[in-house]
């Protein structure tokens, strides 16, 4: 079944990254490997809801196997987003004149329970920066700078990796990050900020060079990865949280968290997130409710 098409207007039309580009590819090839196994069905457009609800079935049982290998029961979430990547799909068949309706707009997607982003309080991230402040070799002053710039600056993962020494004005104190679809936005410095990134340039380019432009290198001098950055986040902040939940993008949800607790307004939050959606930084607001909620228990007299 052809999803090349497809798979090239998200590309060129779309502009989504290769990396949500892959994950669509991902999606495409369960579904029709399950297709032509289980349905014996060749042709996207022979495709029919009701085939499509039993892939959903089929992905939530864990009765599916994936090039010979029986694929593990998948949660609610990760379905929902394969039925959101099928939709895609079907709609783009659709728009081209290949089908008249798209089949998965009669599926209804597994429902899932709303969990609040997880955070690191304030006086956590004060406690881990401040006791690295005075470490002054290059891994440390590395570590400490992308902990910095994802609290101070709520980059995702991908945006810290593809961040490059010419998104950097250091006299104006902003960034200009490379988002999700290639959206830019600038982001300002703390004047703090801007001092550490001063620092770790010199020691930066005397490792790295011109060899490239990317802004965190490794020890080599190489540019970082994924999994150097995830690694890097989980080390530090197991040192003041115990939660099993230590990644990059928790400290993305302690920016955005931290902004909104101390008065910041939610359009602006989404501005500095790169939110296309204020739905999508509104899930913040939870979090601030239930701290209101949880000093309100505490302090009203009758509580």
Known sequence: MEIDSFLVYLRSVKRYSEHTI?????????????????ELIE??????????????????????EMNGQKLKPMVPKT???????????FRFQVK??????????????????KKLPVFVPDFQMDELLDRHESESGFPE???????MMAYYTGMRRSELVGLKTEDIDVGNETIKVNGKGNKQRIVPMLHELTEEVKIYLQMRDEIAGKEHSFFFVTDKGVPVYDKFIYRLVVKYLGEVTTSSKRSPHVLRHSFATALLNNGACIEAIRKLLGHSSLAA???????????????????????
């Open 22 to 38: 892959s994950a669509y590819r991902e999606d495409l090839n369960q579904f029709f490997e399950f297709c032509e196994k289980v």
């Open 43 to 64: 042709s996207c457009t022979e495709v029919t809801a009701k085939m499509v609800r039993r892939f959903e079935v089929a992905l939530m049982s864990g009765k599916f």
């Open 79 to 89: 379905v929902r987003r394969k039925l959101s990547s099928l939709k895609t799909f």
């Open 96 to 113: 081209e004149g290949r089908m008249a309706v798209n089949p998965v707009d009669g599926v209804v997607a597994p429902k899932i329970g």
């Open 141 to 147: 002053v590395r570590d400490r700078l992308v902990l």
């Open 281 to 303: 930084t509104q899930v913040y607001t939870h979090n601030s409710f239930e701290s209101l909620k949880k000093v309100y228990n505490q302090a009203h007299p009758r509580a």
